[in-house]
């Protein structure tokens, strides 16, 4: 039963996400601390092209062991090159908790057998099905992290020249 679990905590860090990226302006959305940071826009949509385009092709290919290699990605330089930070915030946001819905419920439709599979990445590592299962959860929570500090950082350059340092360490 691991990836139904994994399927309800994919479910619920959506919603997460979801509220970290509603009721801002579009000026915050594409708002960056500094020009290499990613803004919240850029955020969701790289959350939005992984999930189509990263975790849910490798655990397929890992459990099912189709013909060949899952793509090469490149999801840094989707940045710019997809143009994220030009995106429709709103559209961008639904786009993701679409394809999310999407893999949640293909992953309770998986059965119990295959997750001990594993697959040699070209760079050498090679990752079970539970384990890329495992990161997909934690690249959530990274990106999640770093939602919650951009909302920070945002913050701070609202209320400046006000110190926050009464709120406690950052």
């Known amino acids: 039963m691991h ?20 009721a801002i302006t ?3 959305a594409r708002w960056k601390p500094t020009p290499a940071d990613w803004s919240i826009l850029e955020v969701i949509n790289h959350l939005y092209d992984e999930e189509r385009e990263d975790f849910r092709v490798r655990v397929d290919y890992i459990l099912h062991g189709n013909d060949g290699a899952p793509a090469a990605i490149d999801p840094a330089a989707w940045v710019t090159a997809r143009g994220y930070n030009t995106c429709n915030p709103a559209q961008s946001l639904q786009n993701f908790l679409d394809e999310r819905d999407r893999s949640v419920a293909w992953l309770h439709g998986l059965g119990q057998s295959g997750w001990e599979n594993s697959y040699t990445h070209p760079s050498g590592f090679t990752i079970s099905a539970r384990a890329m299962l495992a990161c997909w959860v934690a690249h959530d929570l990274l990106h999640t992290r770093q939602l919650v500090e951009l909302h920070y950082a945002w913050h701070q350059t609202q209320v400046a020249p006000l110190s926050l340092a009464y709120a406690g360490d950052w």
């Open 3 to 22: 990836h139904v679990i994994i399927a309800r905590q994919l479910a619920q860090q959506a919603q997460t996400i979801r509220s970290l990226a509603t």
């Open 26 to 28: 579009a000026d915050q």
